[in-house]
């Protein structure tokens, strides 16, 4: 698995504000936001910033931020950049 599809499969199964993780056909639905997961990775960015660029995303879809499924996917996010998924 390439490293945009191992963050679409996390976004999908630990972040998924929008609850479409179980849709076969939107799995497509956070792929706009993998380049810009994937541009703050290869800088070598802080968890933290992680969570702020997920957060971020929850305000400007008008979405109550869930902190433990952000913190979960940037946690899952790091381990696979780190074992080189």
């Known amino acids: 698995m ?3 599809e ?3 499969a996390i976004l999908l199964r630990d972040w998924d504000p929008l609850s479409v993780g179980e849709n076969p056909n939107l799995a497509d639905e956070y792929d706009a936001y993998i380049p810009g ?3 703050l990775i290869e800088g070598n960015c802080s968890a933290d ?3 702020g660029y997920l957060l971020d995303i929850e305000h400007g879809l ?3 931020p869930d902190p433990a499924a952000i913190a979960l996917a940037v946690k899952n996010i790091f381990e696979a950049v780190h ?3």
């Open 49 to 51: 910033r992680l969570e």
């Open 6 to 8: 191992t963050l679409r």
């Open 2 to 4: 390439n490293n945009f």
């Open 62 to 64: 008008h979405l109550r």
């Open 37 to 39: 997961l994937l541009r």
């Open 83 to 85: 074992r080189g998924a």
